[in-house]
């Protein structure tokens, strides 16, 4: 059986085994504190993270702590943040995110997502505004260690690609599909995220992925069924 017709559970484990053999395996602690990592998240849609760490900066410099940004006036909180894409929008979901903390647990705090199963604590991070199910599995695995599998256009991609998911799936599909064949670890499921980032920026890009390059072309579909195909004939 060629290895690119395997079913998508054996290739997800062969994709985490060859992206652990080409990449540094990863320490999974977490990079910054848990509201940091929340807010953050919701600065970078869209936008490079010099920019979204310029953003974070400049709005914790101006108003000096999540109260502060929290009552800070629209436009000057949208100018602090100016940086980012679209900070008109991320202005009232970031003020709003922090009432609704401070609302519902007296203070701006979200350590207590520690000690909640996944699921509520997925539920209760998504209904904030401007949390979706990317940056809730974020926070949640980089954060508290909780074993989610964050899907950003880098893991959709080439989990498409080599087949792991179908053409049709959702990135809120691929998120359930990709837990369920790959190792329940957060480490490992944190190595596999981080992997997939790395090799999407460097080799598997959007307009012309380096497939000649790739550790996984013996198992991708787009290799075998498209690209190679389109070589040979070209030959
Ligand atoms: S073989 Fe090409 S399309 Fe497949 S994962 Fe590698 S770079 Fe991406």
């Known amino acids: 059986m060629d290895a690119h017709t395997l079913p998508p559970h054996d290739k997800a ?17 977490p990079r910054r504190s848990h509201m940091h990592e929340l807010i953050s998240t919701m600065l970078s849609h869209r936008t490079n993270h010099k920019d979204e760490e310029k953003a974070y900066h400049t709005m914790l410099e101006r108003f000096g702590d999540w109260e502060g940004i929290m009552k800070a006036d629209f436009d000057a909180l949208a100018d602090a943040i100016q940086t980012t894409r679209y900070p008109e929008q991320k202005v009232p979901q970031i003020q709003q995110t922090l009432r609704m903390i401070k609302e519902e647990r007296g203070e701006i705090n979200i350590d207590f997502l520690e000690d909640m199963p996944v699921d509520e604590a997925l539920n209760w991070l998504t209904k904030l505004p401007g949390v979706g199910l990317k940056t809730a599995t974020l926070v949640l695995l980089f954060n508290f260690k909780k074993p989610v599998m964050p899907v950003d256009t880098h893991v959709f991609r080439i989990s498409q690609r080599v087949g792991l998911i179908g053409a049709k799936a959702t990135a809120n599909k691929a998120h359930a599909i990709l837990l369920e064949m790959l190792p329940q670890e957060p480490v490992e499921l944190y190595n596999f995220h981080k992997h997939m980032l790395r090799h999407g920026q460097r080799i598997c890009t959007f307009f012309s992925p380096k497939c000649e390059e790739c550790v996984l072309n013996s198992i991708c579909n787009y290799y075998q069924d498209v690209r190679q195909k389109g070589i040979d004939k070209a030959a």
């Open 13 to 29: 484990q062969l994709t985490h085994e060859l992206l652990n053999q080409e990449y540094k395996r990863l320490k999974l602690e």
